[in-house]
């Protein structure tokens, strides 16, 4: 986000700023919420790591777990960024801008070394989920815009996660490129290969598990019928 940032403000091509601009749109309601969503959760997970000494002040990580609750608030909450996305952002161009980044996902995965290929093939099953509740948020709202809120959360959920694979796909891609040619250190190269092995099968199957929560009607959220005194 902040890369396309940049390229708004110092690219030389008027279409190049555009475009860049149209990115730092889509990106920025995921930049924020998938971020300090994660960042929650992290800090938690720190606590969970000292097990009974977490709560204990002298660690620290119990201030940190406060420090990062209060992100997902800040500038919106993380409930209106999804809001944002499904409803303003996803349908820039009609969708060109997602689809013009789900493009640049997809050359990534096709020029993904084959030593990369499980990677590879794990965010190649991530995009299909993405590309279809993409398509499925752009069709439903112009007449039903409630199934398309109904979606929101889970949706941006979908959409930083795969990108989190992508990310972690070019740092491989760039590390195992490195370590042929015998440039920078090995140890640390390989360490960001097995960081993006554990991202793409332990976390990124999580973006198609996602996807029947986008899909699923709205009156899922609603009850309705469930207590039709209520409504």
């Not at 099953?125 to 007449?143: E, G, K, N, Q």
């Not at 996807?211 to 699923?216: D, E, R, T």
């Amino acid at each position: 986000c902040a890369e396309a940032s940049d390229r708004e403000r110092y690219a030389e091509d008027p279409e190049d700023r555009n475009a860049a601009g149209d990115l730092v749109a889509l990106l920025t309601p995921i930049s924020k919420a998938w971020s300090t969503d994660l960042g929650v959760e992290l800090s938690s997970l720190g606590i969970q790591i000292h097990g009974g000494m977490g709560y204990v002040e002298e660690t620290g990580v119990a201030q940190f777990y406060r420090d990062a609750r209060i992100a997902p608030i800040y500038e919106g909450t993380n409930g209106i960024q999804a809001i944002d996305l499904v409803m303003r952002k996803v349908p820039l161009r009609q969708g060109a801008v997602a689809a013009a980044l789900f493009d640049q996902i997809s050359a990534s995965i096709d020029s993904a070394p084959s030593e990369l290929t499980d990677l590879a093939s794990a965010l190649e099953s991530a995009l299909a989920s993405l590309r279809t509740a993409t398509d499925h948020l752009l069709a439903s709202l112009p007449a039903d815009p409630n199934q398309v809120l109904a979606g929101a959360t889970p949706y941006l959920r979908m959409f930083g996660t795969a990108l989190g694979g992508w990310f972690h796909l070019r740092s491989a891609a760039a590390a195992s490129s490195l370590i042929l040619a015998g440039d920078g250190d090995a140890g640390f190269l390989s360490g960001r290969i097995a960081v993006a092995r554990f991202y793409c099968r332990q976390l990124l199957p999580q973006v198609g598990g996602l996807l029947p929560a986008v899909l699923a009607p709205e009156t899922d959220l609603a009850g309705a019928g469930l207590f039709p005194d209520a409504y």
